[in-house]
């Protein structure tokens, strides 16, 4: 029974009963007329039944006919549906797409990338996981997701780095913040005295500032520790006390305008990067594709202006 589902063998059936006649069906098909009798004969041998009957100069369906061409027609739209499908994929018209960023790049993201690529794209879904650097690269790792980005992650060969970007780390304080009247870059003995407000270890920022930490032989110890950006920057707004994070992340609200950013003497901070990464060897399916040239399109540009600001 098997071969009953041959695709081409009932469409010739369904052809003959729409057409009414061999010669008709083999027109439609650009075939010739022995072919389609051939494939309705054989069909009729593999059912054991009689699926034409002779009416005139033409042919009608049996009830078993009429059967086979409901089943038919049945296949017909869903290979039809099927084929739109793929072509709705190789254009990236639909599709899931799956990603992964630390909470410093989320208003970095969504408006400026992403709600510009969802309505281009409105038939494509996403799934977004905001996350520090360490739990982003386990989701590259473990295919939970398949673009991320991240700050500083770890040199691994399952990663695949598509951009990066300098992004030096810098103190952020209030004006009025003693730090803030310092006319030279600052170290980490200077920062020692006062009270910071730091990311958990499990942060990409957090991990980079404790290299430098072994660098100086300096201990910083926070005053506030947090898993989230929009404490840590509450935190410094309030003259509490100051925050170490890269240049690029986004600041807004009237409370962040009596901010101010400082330059940091150590090498390991000024040498910080942010990227855009994928697990090495993994195809992305098209509309995942599409979002990554969109992103690499989009982020360069957007992360080079934050920079000009944040040194204005």
């Not at 593999?46 to 027609?73: S, Y």
């Not at 040498?271 to 399109?297: D, E, F, Q, W, Y």
Request: glycine share 6%.
């Amino acid at each position: 029974m098997d071969n009953v589902l041959e695709f081409k063998r009932t469409q010739c059936l369904l052809q003959v009963i729409e057409t009414g006649s061999l010669r008709a069906a083999a027109d439609v098909l650009q075939t010739d007329p022995s072919a389609v009798s051939r494939a309705v004969a054989r069909l009729e041998v593999e059912t054991g039944l009689t699926l034409l009957e002779r009416r005139g100069r033409g042919v009608v369906p049996t009830d078993a006919g009429r059967l086979m061409a409901l089943f038919a027609r049945r296949q017909q739209d869903l290979n039809e549906s099927f084929q739109a499908e793929v072509n709705n994929l190789k254009s990236a018209t639909r599709g899931h797409v799956e990603l992964a960023l630390g909470e410093g790049f989320v208003d970095m993201l969504l408006e400026p990338i992403l709600l510009s690529f969802v309505r281009e794209h409105p038939d494509i879904t996403y799934n977004i996981h905001v996350a520090g650097t360490n739990e982003t690269v386990r989701c590259i790792v473990e295919e939970r997701v398949q673009i991320a980005l991240a700050f500083q992650p770890p040199n691994d060969v399952r990663l695949r780095s598509h951009y990066s970007r300098a992004a030096p780390m810098r103190v952020h304080v209030h004006r009025d913040h003693p730090l803030a009247q310092t006319k030279r870059p600052l170290r980490l003995s200077d920062l020692a005295p006062h009270g910071w407000a730091a990311m958990d270890e499990s942060f990409g920022v957090r991990q980079h500032i404790q290299a430098a930490e072994l660098d100086e032989n300096v201990k910083l110890k926070p005053a506030l520790l947090t898993n989230s950006f929009k404490i840590l920057w509450e935190f410094a707004s309030q003259g509490l006390g100051y925050v170490v994070n890269p240049l690029s992340m986004p600041l807004k609200g009237p409370q962040f305008r009596q901010m101010v950013s400082l330059p940091l003497a150590n090498p390991i901070l000024n040498n910080s990067r942010t990227h855009v990464i994928s697990l090495a060897g993994r195809h992305l399916p098209p509309a995942t594709a599409s979002m990554l040239r969109h992103i690499l399109k989009t982020f360069p540009a957007l992360e080079a202006q934050r920079a000009s600001a944040g040194h204005a």
